[in-house]
Nanobody, 120 residues
Framework: QVQLQESGPGLVKPSQTLSLTCTVSGGSITTNDYYWTWIRQPPGKGMEWIGYIGYSGSTYYRASLKSRSSISRDTSKNQFTLHLSSVTPEDTAVYYC????????????WGQGTQVTVSS
């Protein structure tokens, strides 16, 4: 069974870059038709899609975060990483990694989520 696990710092200072890694086990991030996604949920708000890196390495980002976001991958480690620069307290959220399958048109697997707080 495919499992996703987020890792990274729980506390980041304003203006710094947040980096979170999702480690995938039980399946390959290069498997066709899968899009490896980052999603977050700020406190008291709904889920917010951040972006994805596809099985071919293509990337796509939320328009409002595009200038600050990048998603990369390490296929040798079966990991993908979110970098979010110039963070502010508004970036405080629970961050999730998940896999979207284009055939099913839905999220198949989710990580458990990791809390990130932006504070000085």
């Amino acid at each position: 069974q495919v499992q996703l696990q987020e890792s990274g710092p729980g506390l980041v200072k304003p203006s710094q870059t947040l980096s979170l890694t999702c480690t995938v086990s039980g399946g390959s991030i290069t498997t066709n038709d899968y899009y490896w996604t980052w999603i977050r949920q700020p406190p008291g708000k709904g889920m917010e899609w951040i972006g994805y890196i596809g099985y071919s390495g293509s990337t796509y980002y939320r328009a409002s975060l595009k200038s600050r976001s990048s998603i990369s991958r390490d296929t040798s480690k079966n990991q993908f990483t979110l970098h979010l620069s110039s963070v502010t307290p508004e970036d405080t959220a629970v961050y999730y990694c998940a896999s979207w399958n284009s055939n099913i048109q839905g999220y198949i697997y989710w990580g458990q989520g990791t809390q990130v707080t932006v504070s000085s």
